[in-house]
């Protein structure tokens, strides 16, 4: 539909006075008129006959049951003949303001007459000298145009506020036909088919906001579970429009991706194509590029700069592999503007030795201390690396154990976070596979803190959960213990109220906490000491799981804060039995790691004087 501010006074002024103009409207007007008396006339008979048979001729159970089935439609005519009513007032009210603004618009011929003059003063302008009437009669014709558009501005308006007013003929219908409004126990809203819902047309459990489909979701139109957010496909995505689990963003493709319209895996930031890459435009794998333009953007594996096109290359604008420096086509070339094979300077043509680098065993090594092929970092292991101390292949970050990633301390692939340990995630210090969410343990969930699958939520242990602090599944409220909970500080299933403790709740509870033997203030579930907590005998505050005495955490006996996992001792990190080292530890992911920042298995650092800790397996 066209937008009447651009379009000319011919156009508006012709539309308005060449349509049908009110009449239409004003005889769809009498026919509700009409249809309301007969409505009106209908549910009075109706009403007469039933009470009149009902006092006289027909008494006892059967008279007063059919008195009560009666009365419905005797109220439903009652409601009709109204809505009726209502519809004819309305088309009236749409025929004035019609009538007004056909008034206020200009004359087609006065617009008609305008537009021929201009011609007519163009044609005879042979030296100028019919300028000023030019420009005064284009003023005119901007003066029409204003005045049109103010007229229809008008117009929509008034016939906005009148179709405002119209009421829905469903909800009565509905209710003479004994339809319930939501089917399921515990919604808020209407048209819903499920349990706990708050909102409308949602199918599933647990939803808050409109027309979701699945379990869990905080938002509009989401299809999947434990979505934040709107028109999600998937699970446990954060933002809108995204389509796989755990993104972080808008319009992303895939899993475990952090930003906007990225395609594929564990991408942080716009438009990546591929897993791994950290940037803006990327296609590949591990690469690191600019955040401010796709066109600087590099293409293959393991690349740090922007514009490369190939692997393991460190600067900007190399073709290649293994190249470090800026313009290079070729393999290890060292310096600017070398094309050939192992070069060390600036603008050389040809072949020079194995490894451009010190140290180097190996072939086509640009950087130092190298075992393998074509790494322009240094002290790497493996083949295509550009990072720094890293063992595999194609990675850009440092201290990598695996191949394809960006991040820093990391044990897998297609990583961009730090000190994690999985496949795929944006997040830093995480356990799994696809997370976009910090010190997160478990696969696709794009919350921080979270222990579980398909979470957006922060801080809660279970599946699908949109809501923060909950201990269960499919909970879109917060601080929920059991599933499919809209409310917040639930016990149990299915309520979209708050406090409650049960199943299907609509009301609020009574008192500060849900549960049984919970000693904190706004808690859910079991012999919880914690503030604002779920779950299962948790000392800490806002926290999900059981018997974590650490706040802030998620997950199984837990004594550090601020992570997730399985019996870690060590603070933001995730995992499983990660503990201190000479009383520090923090930011560990994988299993069975001592000390700070170590991802893998079986690690140990401590600080000082390690600053970075270790990643891969059993490193002291």
Do not use: C
């Not at 019609?98 to 305008?114: G, H, L």
């Not at 940037?279 to 690349?303: E, K, L, Q, R």
């Not at 070069?343 to 072949?351: A, D, R, S, V, W």
């Not at 893998?600 to 600053?611: E, I, M």
Request: charged share 5%.
């Amino acid at each position: 539909m066209a937008n009447f501010a651009l379009l000319p006074p011919e156009i508006n002024s012709a539309l308005m006075f060449t349509g049908a103009g009110p009449g239409p409207l004003l005889e769809a007007a009498v026919a509700w008129d009409g249809l309301s008396f007969e409505l009106g006339a209908a549910a009075s008979s109706f009403s007469s006959v039933t009470s009149g048979l009902a006092s006289q001729a027909w008494q006892g159970p059967a008279a007063a049951a059919m008195v009560a089935a009666a009365a419905p439609y005797a109220g439903w005519l009652d409601a009709a003949a109204a809505r009726a009513a209502g519809a004819a007032g309305q088309a009236r009210a749409v025929a004035s303001v019609f009538e007004a603004a056909r008034t206020a618009m200009v004359q087609p011929i006065a617009v008609a007459v305008n537009r021929s003059q201009i011609v007519s003063l163009v044609l005879s302008n042979l030296f100028g000298q019919n300028a000023p009437a030019i420009a005064a009669v284009e003023g005119s014709y901007e003066e029409m145009w204003a005045q049109d558009v103010a007229a229809m501005v008008g117009y929509h308006a008034g016939a906005s506020a009148a179709a405002a007013q119209l009421t829905s003929w469903q909800q009565s219908l509905q209710s003479l036909l004994g339809i319930p409004e939501n089917w399921g126990v515990g919604n808020k809203g209407s048209n819903n088919v499920g349990n706990g819902n708050t909102g409308n047309q949602n199918a599933g459990n647990g939803n808050i906001g409109s027309s979701n489909l699945g379990s869990g979701n905080t938002g509009n139109s989401n299809m999947g579970s434990g979505n934040n957010g709107n028109s999600n496909i998937g699970g446990g995505n954060h933002g809108d429009t995204n389509i796989g689990g755990g993104n972080s963003g808008t319009g992303n493709v895939g899993g475990g991706n952090s930003g906007k319209q990225n395609v594929g895996f564990g991408n942080a930031g716009t438009g990546n194509i591929g897993g791994g890459n950290k940037g803006d435009g990327n296609i590949g794998f591990g690469n690191v590029g600019p955040t401010d333009t796709a066109a600087h953007s590099n293409i293959g594996s393991g690349n740090t700069g922007s514009f490369n096109r190939g692997s393991g290359n460190t600067g900007d604008g190399n073709w290649g592999f293994g190249n470090t420096g800026n313009g290079n086509i070729g393999f290890g070339n060292t310096g600017n503007g070398n094309i050939g094979i192992g070069l060390t300077g600036n603008n050389q043509i040809g072949i020079g030795g194995l490894n451009t680098g010190s140290g180097n065993i190996g072939f086509g090594n640009s950087g130092s201390g190298n075992i393998g092929f074509f790494n322009s970092g240094n002290n790497n292991v493996g083949f295509f690396n550009s990072g720094f101390a890293n063992t595999g292949f194609e990675i850009s970050g440092t201290n990598n154990t695996g191949f394809q990633t960006t991040g820093g301390t990391v044990t897998g692939a297609w990583n961009t976070g730090l000190n994690t340990t999985g496949f795929g995630n944006t997040g830093g210090e995480v356990t799994g596979a696809f997370n976009a969410g910090r010190y997160t343990t478990g696969f696709f969930n794009s919350g921080e803190q979270v222990t579980g699958m398909f979470n957006s939520g922060k801080s809660s242990t279970g599946f699908f959960n949109s809501g923060h602090a909950n201990t269960g599944w499919a909970n879109a409220g917060a601080v929920n213990t059991g599933f499919g909970n809209s409310g917040n500080t639930n016990t149990g299933g299915f309520s979209s109220g708050n406090l409650n403790t049960g199943f299907g709740n609509v009301g609020n509870g009574p008192g500060l906490s849900s549960g049984f033997a919970n000693t904190g203030t706004g808690t859910s579930g079991f012999f919880n000491q914690g503030n604002n907590a779920s779950g299962f005998t948790n000392a800490g505050d806002d926290t999900s799981g059981a018997r974590n005495a650490g706040p802030d955490a998620s997950g199984f006996n837990n004594s550090g804060f601020g992570g997730s996992g399985f019996q870690n001792s060590s603070d933001r990190g995730s995992g499983f039995f990660n503990s201190v080292n000479n009383g520090v530890g923090f930011q560990n992911s994988g299993f069975f790691n001592t000390g700070i920042r170590n991802s893998g298995v079986g690690n140990v650092s401590s600080f000082p004087p390690d600053d970075h800790g270790h990643s891969g397996f059993f490193h002291r």
